[in-house]
C-alpha cells in the first residue's frame, strides 16, 4: 500500500472518529438542564470578563452564540464590548474593537467584519445572526483579515474541548480554516500572534487524547469552562 493511501485511509478514520464523537456530544447537549446552561452561560462569561487577557485585549474576534446549536451564550460580552466601542478620533482605556463572523459559502469561507452595535447584525438563512457586508450607509464594513492592525484575542465556539488544546468543531472547517490563515497573515506581516480562548460547558470537556487530530486543525491557548 502506497504512502498517499495510507494517508488517505488514517484521515478517513479520523473523520469517523470525529463524526461519532460529535454525534454523542450534541445528545450530551440536548439533554443539559436548561438551569444548568443558563447557570454555566454566566460564570463562563464572568471569567472571561474578569480575565487580564480579555481586559487588556483592545481588537478581538468573537462569535455570535446561536441557541440552536447550544453554544455557549456570549451575547453578556458582546454586549460590554459595545458598550463603549472604539473609535477612530480616541480609544478609551476599556474601548475594544469587535469583529464578528461571515459565512461566505459552503466551501469553508468565512470572514470576520466589524461591527459596532446589535443592530449590524441580520439572521443568515438558518437564523443565525451575521453581520451585513455593508453598513447602514451602504459603506463596506472592515473585513479583519484587510485591517491595519493586529487582533488580540479570538472568542471561539466548538463541540468538545480538552485540556491540551484540542477543539471538536462542527465539521465545515471554517474556524480552522480561518484560523491558519489569520495565523499566516499575522507572522508575514511581524505581529503578535493572537491568543486562541475556546468557551465550554462542562460537559463538552473531554479526556485528552479522545479527540483526534489532522493537519489542519487548529490548536486552542486556553479553555474557559464553568471550573477554571
Known sequence: MSNNNREHENLEFIFKQKRILRSKVRQVLKSMDPTL??????????????????????????YISCSALREVDTSKLLSQILRNPSTDGSMLQTAKKLYVPRVEDKNSNMRMFNISRMDDLVANSMNILEPASVDADGNDREDVMHANDAVDLFILPGLAFDRSGRRLGRGGGYYDTFLKNYKELAKERNWR????????????????????????????????????
Open 37 to 62: 446552561r443558563s447557570q454555566e452561560d454566566d460564570i463562563i462569561q464572568s471569567i472571561v470578563l474578569d480575565a487580564p487577557w480579555f481586559k487588556s485585549s483592545k481588537r478581538l474576534c468573537a
Open 193 to 228: 500572534q493572537p491568543l486562541f480562548v475556546a468557551l465550554s460547558y462542562s460537559v463538552q470537556m473531554v479526556d485528552e487524547e479522545i479527540i483526534p487530530l489532522t493537519p489542519n486543525d487548529v490548536l486552542v491557548d486556553a479553555l474557559v469552562s464553568p471550573s477554571e
